[in-house]
């Protein structure tokens, strides 16, 4: 969306096209490097505020990193078209889905246009700040790392590239690329689960009488300090029976694939998954780290073939996995503790999958401001 932007303000600000070899008799004023220059960066920023469904956040991406030379007149001329970005992209989506119209057009509802919604408030104590400045710590090193990793891989790319004398050898190669990192990623995301075995839906306290069978994990998950969501993806675990004794207490024999349910769905939705919260153990370490490895290499390789591909998703990805897995060494360390203790309730591993998710974003982008805003609104 930043480029598109940024294409369409250098296009549209000009109305003039070499490729296409005409010239239109309006907007002449603003044929100069300068206003060129403030079209792109309002063109950028409005990019940003229609992915994000953040104005504000637009504008300040362009003021940090776009824009050269700044001015009060140009701020509020971009934060006005970044306010009409938004309000476009939020009027279609009152309406579209997938190119259909659904009705409802004009009806702005908060799952349309906020993609990770806030449910529930977090009490914050002093003391989250030690692992936060462990996920910092972590971002910033793995955001150098991937940069560094795809500048690598770009060089690479690009001197295999010129050793091909031929021009549509050249071209199939640009092309199979793209196709060899489909492959793979279908490939391992069908198999790499069938790694790690299922895990169960629910289980029972250690010292409770009237257990469920045997086969529940020791860990209780059936309380309000800890479950497993719903949408989860079973894989090939079997899928079993719910029994309910009273109106509080179920249990269930169900299992599902953790790996699965973050390599099964779109980035969006695994990321869901990994910022939910009061699910404690809903992932383990294995298979967190071993997604978090697989991802890491795919999103650096996949970011520089031959054909667009964004970064945005991959980014709160990747540093959601290793804030979950601080999380749960978090929870391992010092146990579960439900949401009625106020002092430790902020002990959640969707938490700071949150925190990761900012941190490399950052790492990756350099952002600060403008990565905050954006992360609070989005």
Request: charged content about 15%; some cysteine; glycine content about 8%.
């Amino acid at each position: 969306m930043i480029h598109m932007g940024s294409l369409i303000g250098a296009g549209l600000s000009q109305c003039k096209s070499r490729t296409l070899k005409f010239t239109l008799p309006i907007f002449e004023r603003f044929r100069n490097p300068e206003d060129r220059r403030n079209f792109i960066s309002a063109g950028s920023a409005a990019g940003v505020a229609s992915a994000f469904g953040a104005p504000v956040g637009g504008l300040l991406f362009a003021m940090e990193e776009v824009s050269s030379f700044w001015s009060m007149k140009l701020s509020w001329q971009i934060f006005f078209c970044c306010m009409i970005s938004t309000f476009t992209t939020d009027l279609f989506n009152s309406a579209f889905q997938a190119f259909r119209y659904q009705g409802n057009f004009g009806l702005f509802t908060s799952d349309k246009y906020i993609l990770f919604q806030v449910r529930k408030g977090l009490d914050v104590n002093i003391l989250m700040f030690f692992p936060t400045v462990i996920i910092g710590v972590l971002g910033g090193v793995l955001g150098g790392l991937f940069v560094f990793c795809n500048l690598k891989l770009a060089r690479f790319r690009r001197a295999k590239l010129a050793k091909i004398n031929n021009k549509i050898t050249k071209k199939v190669a640009r092309l199979l690329e793209p196709c060899i990192i489909v492959a793979i990623m279908a490939t391992a995301s069908v198999f790499l689960p069938a790694i790690f075995d299922c895990s169960p839906f629910t289980c029972y306290y250690e010292n409770e009488s009237g257990k469920p069978p045997s086969d529940f994990s020791p860990k209780c998950l059936d309380n309000p300090a800890g479950s497993t969501e719903k949408e989860v993806s079973y894989y090939t675990c079997t899928r079993g029976i719910v029994v309910k004794e009273g109106e509080n207490i179920t249990f269930s024999n169900d299992t599902f694939s953790q790996v699965a349910t973050l390599l099964f769905v779109t980035g969006e939705e695994a990321i869901h998954h990994l910022f939910s919260r009061e699910t404690h153990w809903e992932f383990t370490f294995g298979p967190l780290f071993t997604v978090l490895i697989f991802y890491f290499f795919m999103a650096c390789w996949s970011c520089g073939p031959s054909i667009s591909s964004g970064l945005v998703v991959p980014m709160l990805y990747i540093g959601a996995l290793y804030g979950r897995i601080v999380g749960l060494i978090m929870v391992t360390l010092f146990g579960v503790h439900s949401t009625d203790d106020i002092y430790w309730a902020w002990m959640d591993p969707g938490a700071f999958a949150l925190i990761g998710a900012a941190s490399f974003f950052g790492g990756v982008s350099r952002l600060t401001m403008s990565l905050t805003v954006i992360m609070v609104i989005f």
